[in-house]
């Protein structure tokens, strides 16, 4: 199959939002008009972020969900994707799932693919997604006030105790496991809520690298600190088996790939999170709030703050 037959039967489909997709030089994009294009770009390498014999309709799933999880962030609604990829080989079956893991979920959040780039090389997956929004209502991580409540949506520390199953740092049954692994396997990304706090976070980021790392980057982008309360984190009924333990701990606070939404918004606002929670059908739990000064500081059930460890991942530290 030459590289050009691959680009059309796995990757080009109708693009009816675009002035013109897959098969030119570029691909010609128009943005709704009062808007300003969301651009974000996100790169999944074969032994880094994936075990390179990863399911490929869940690869194709990931690779486009960590990018649609970027514009939730930001409060952009997502319209257009390009997919750059390295394949050792022209493997049908694989890209048969791939392109299926990918096109659906694309196709979920109407959301077209309008060209990228294909060459041969150690499997490699980046995606640059393009979304809209109103230029004063992005959500941004430089807008975080002392006296914001801080919020997490749905659970966090799943994706992160799946993983340590998977590495044999922890051995989960395997209803844990299967409880815990469609968080690693299959982020959701929290598209409409993003669009929905449009007019009410201050700040927003999504968490991908642990809930400490990436509220810490609210913080310095803020210039502002944080008080935490560790017995109101909402994590799943698996993870509280093992919240005793250092590991469980670390999942919640500094585990990634959860892919949920971490965000600021006045106490002023706070019923109406609740209420975009309850409309959305997904949990909003209020965390802890934003102080003067700097740093974050987690609190235990008795008010003594706990000493945290491991805070995110960091590819070059
Ligand atoms: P160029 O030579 O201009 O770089 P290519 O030959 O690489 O163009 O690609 C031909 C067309 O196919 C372009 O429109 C490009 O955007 C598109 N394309 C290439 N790879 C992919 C892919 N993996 N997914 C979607 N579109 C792709
Ligand atoms: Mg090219």
């Known amino acids: 199959m030459s590289e050009f037959d691959l680009i059309k039967r796995y990757f080009t489909r109708a693009t009816p939002n675009a002035l013109l997709g897959v098969g030119d030089d570029a ?69 048969e799932r791939f392109s299926a893991g990918f096109f659906s979920l694309a196709q979920q959040y109407g959301v077209e693919l309008v060209g990228g780039d294909t060459t041969r090389g150690p499997l490699n997956l980046c995606v640059t997604i393009f979304g809209e929004v109103p230029a004063q209502q992005a959500l941004r991580r430089d807008g975080a006030q002392a006296g914001d409540e801080v919020w997490v949506s749905g659970m966090i520390g799943d994706a992160a105790l799946a993983l340590a199953h998977l590495q044999r740092r922890i051995d989960l049954s395997e209803a844990e496991f299967a409880a815990c ?60 088996g093992y919240i005793g333990q250092p590991l469980g701990r670390e999942c919640v606070l500094s585990g990634g790939d959860d892919y949920e939404l971490c965000f600021t918004a006045p106490a002023t606002r706070h019923a109406e999170i609740s209420a975009i929670g309850a409309r959305l059908g997904l949990p909003l739990t209020c965390i802890g709030k934003i102080v003067a000064g700097q740093g974050c500081i987690v609190h235990d059930a008795s008010g003594d703050p706990i000493h945290v460890e491991a805070v995110g991942y960091d590819h070059f530290r």
């Open 27 to 95: 691909a010609l994009l128009q943005v709704s008009s009062g808007n300003v294009l969301a651009v974000s770009t996100d790169m999944l390498v074969s032994g880094t972020h994936f075990f390179p014999d990863a399911d490929p309709f869940m690869l194709g799933h990931k690779a486009l969900a960590v990018n649609l999880s970027d514009m939730a962030a930001m409060g952009a609604v997502p319209r257009w994707a390009t997919l750059a990829i390295a394949l050792p080989e022209a493997d049908e079956a694989w890209l």
């Open 181 to 240: 692994a469609p968080a690693l396997h299959q982020p959701q990304p929290r598209v409409a809520l993003g669009v929905a706090l449009r007019d009410i976070a201050h700040s927003a980021i999504d968490i991908s690298d642990g809930l400490l790392a990436d509220l810490g980057h609210i913080l310095d982008a803020s210039q502002v600190g944080a008080r935490l309360d560790f017995p109101v984190l909402p994590f799943s009924p698996v993870l509280r």
